[in-house]
């Protein structure tokens, strides 16, 4: 069994600032990466940000910049720094990740920025 908990979401300002956190659980030895994506209303879900073992990352344009990945791998965590938010960031955040070629996912937390 495989538990990814997300924490961190809530409501903001446009120009303010939120961190998510996942915390993963279980079965999740040798994690391949760890990322996040946002599903907005009406909308698919789309790639946020990730980082992959080794430490390397990638982020959507539209968040490079504003937005950081970080990863602790001893809490089995990865968070996501979100600043300067804006009102097109508002959507549900949902934690991903790849484990021996499988794709496990958080129950999601969703983020409101306000304008």
């Known amino acids: 069994q495989v538990q990814l908990v997300e924490s961190g979401g809530g409501l903001v300002q446009a120009g303010g600032s939120l961190r998510l956190s996942c915390a993963a659980s279980?079965?999740?030895?040798?994690?391949?990466?760890m990322g996040w994506y946002r599903q907005a209303p009406g909308k698919q879900r789309e790639f946020i940000a990730i980082?992959?073992?080794?430490?390397?990352?990638h982020y959507v344009d539209s968040v490079k910049g504003r937005f950081t990945i970080s990863r602790d791998n001893a809490r089995n965590t990865v968070y996501l720094q979100m600043n300067s938010l804006k009102p097109e960031d508002t959507a549900v955040y949902y934690c991903?990740?790849?484990?021996?070629?499988?794709?496990?996912w958080g129950q999601g937390t969703q983020v409101t920025v306000a304008s």
């Open positions: 991903n990740i790849v484990l021996r070629g499988r794709d496990y």
């Open positions: 279980g079965d999740i030895f040798s994690i391949n990466s």
């Open positions: 980082v992959i073992s080794g430490g390397t990352t």
